[in-house]
């Protein structure tokens, strides 16, 4: 089966989740997208929710399938959000932000009641930091921010370059609310928890991709079925 097949897998299981009147944050990301796919084909055979979408991407996409959405100013309390993420751990610690989104996902997922991660397995590790970690920050300031995140990553134990995220005709990325991106190549967090209380000090550090205590579960696909991290409730 291939990635992409798994991660329709973990999206079919977290979809049957959804009951009636839910009020649900709608994630971002490849995964995502077969999560939002599928519920509005369950909108369409009569399901009745409203999403909060995490992007503008999501936003789009849901749009167009015809799903029911609503704001955080209007409907400040959701059910549950479902989304992916770039690594999950054995503690459901994740790094997030791969799709520049991870500043809104955040506040969509602490606004939530229930956070359910659904992913491939190649997600799956055992120490957090294979994959770049996530940096949204802000124009003003940036040498200064720049350096205080160095030394909050040397602090922690870690190393690793920072590079600021481009996009494929060269300009830096921008995220929807306009920030950049710096990207950690640290391979390893031992400590994740440190890391993330360091970086939440730096005030030109708007959010980083580190969540901690978010997720309640993790939907993984494998090539010989569903694996479950914690409690799917």
Same mark, same amino acid.
């Given at each position: 089966?291939?990635?992409?097949a798994l /991660?329709?897998?973990a999206?079919?299981r977290?979809v049957?989740?959804?009951?009636? &009147?839910?009020?649900?944050?709608?994630?971002?990301?490849?995964?995502?997208k077969?999560?939002?796919?599928?519920?509005?084909e369950?909108?369409?055979?009569g399901l009745s929710?409203? &999403?909060?979408?995490t992007?503008?991407a999501t936003?789009a996409?849901a749009?167009?399938?015809g799903v $029911?959405?609503t704001?955080?100013e209007?409907? $400040?309390?959701?059910?549950?959000?479902?989304?992916?993420a770039d690594?999950?751990?054995?503690?459901?610690?994740?790094? /997030?932000g791969?799709?520049g989104?991870?500043l809104?996902e /955040?506040i969509?997922a602490?606004?939530?009641?229930r956070?359910?991660?659904?992913a491939d397995?190649?997600k799956r590790?055992?120490?957090?930091?294979r994959?770049?970690? $996530?940096?949204?920050?802000?124009?003003?300031?940036?040498?200064?921010t720049r350096?205080?995140?160095?030394?909050?990553?040397a602090?922690s134990?870690c190393?690793?370059a920072l590079t600021m995220? /481009?996009?494929?005709?060269g300009a830096?990325?921008?995220?929807?609310?306009?920030?950049l991106?710096l990207d950690?190549?640290?391979?390893?967090i031992?400590d994740?928890?440190d890391l993330a209380?360091?970086l939440?000090a730096? $005030?030109?550090?708007?959010?980083?991709g580190l969540?901690?205590d978010l997720?309640?579960?993790a939907i993984?696909?494998?090539?010989?079925?569903?694996?479950?991290?914690?409690?799917?409730?």
């Amino acid at each position: 089966m291939s990635l992409d097949a798994l /991660k329709r897998e973990a999206a079919a299981r977290a979809v049957a989740l959804v009951q009636p &009147g839910m009020r649900l944050g709608l994630g971002t990301g490849s995964t995502a997208k077969h999560f939002v796919d599928l519920l509005a084909e369950r909108v369409r055979d009569g399901l009745s929710v409203v &999403g909060v979408p995490t992007s503008e991407a999501t936003r789009a996409q849901a749009e167009s399938l015809g799903v $029911p959405l609503t704001t955080l100013e209007e409907t $400040p309390e959701l059910d549950l959000t479902v989304d992916g993420a770039d690594e999950v751990d054995e503690r459901l610690r994740l790094i /997030k932000g791969g799709g520049g989104a991870h500043l809104r996902e /955040k506040i969509v997922a602490t606004a939530s009641r229930r956070m359910i991660v659904i992913a491939d397995e190649t997600k799956r590790v055992a120490t957090l930091g294979r994959f770049p970690l $996530p940096l949204e920050v802000v124009t003003f300031g940036l040498g200064a921010t720049r350096l205080a995140i160095e030394n909050a990553v040397a602090a922690s134990g870690c190393s690793g370059a920072l590079t600021m995220r /481009k996009r494929p005709d060269g300009a830096s990325y921008l995220t929807d609310s306009g920030n950049l991106i710096l990207d950690a190549a640290l391979g390893r967090i031992p400590d994740p928890e440190d890391l993330a209380c360091r970086l939440n000090a730096i $005030p030109g550090l708007v959010e980083h991709g580190l969540f901690i205590d978010l997720a309640d579960a993790a939907i993984l696909a494998t090539a010989s079925g569903i694996q479950v991290i914690g409690d799917l409730g």
